[in-house]
């Protein structure tokens, strides 16, 4: 079992910066094996990927976010992070950290972020 909270969520105006993070905990000794991922969920809309890293710190980002977003991992927090820059009304969302261990998917609950003028 692999428990996700995310945190970092908030406010802000078009054009600002913010920082998400996703604290893993329970079966972390495998932190550092697990492909990790941020996806996103705007009201009426599906689910979206926005970015993943594998274990190595390869990274890949959905389209919308590409040369915004920076994914990256602290292993030794067992931490992952979605550095956004130049944030649109549209990145408006929930945000959800998800890893993928030995096969199955876990998800964290979601932290909001809410773009506005």
């Known amino acids: 079992q692999v428990q996700l909270v995310e945190s970092g969520g908030g406010l802000l105006q078009p054009g600002g910066s913010l920082r998400l993070s996703c604290a893993a905990s329970?079966?972390?000794?495998?932190?550092?094996?697990?492909?990790m991922g941020w996806y996103r969920q705007a009201p009426g809309k599906e689910r979206e990927l926005v970015g993943v890293?594998?274990?190595?710190?390869?990274?890949a980002y959905g389209d919308s976010v590409k040369g915004r977003f920076t994914i990256s991992r602290d292993n030794a927090k067992n931490t992952l992070y979605l550095q956004m820059n130049s944030l649109k009304p549209e990145d408006t969302a929930v945000y959800y950290c998800?890893?993928?261990?030995?096969?199955?998917?876990?998800w964290g609950r979601g932290t909001r972020v809410t773009v506005s003028s």
């Open positions: 329970g079966n972390i000794f495998s932190f550092n094996t697990m492909t």
């Open positions: 998800q890893a993928l261990l030995r096969g199955v998917n876990y």
């Open positions: 890293i594998t274990s190595g710190g390869s990274t």
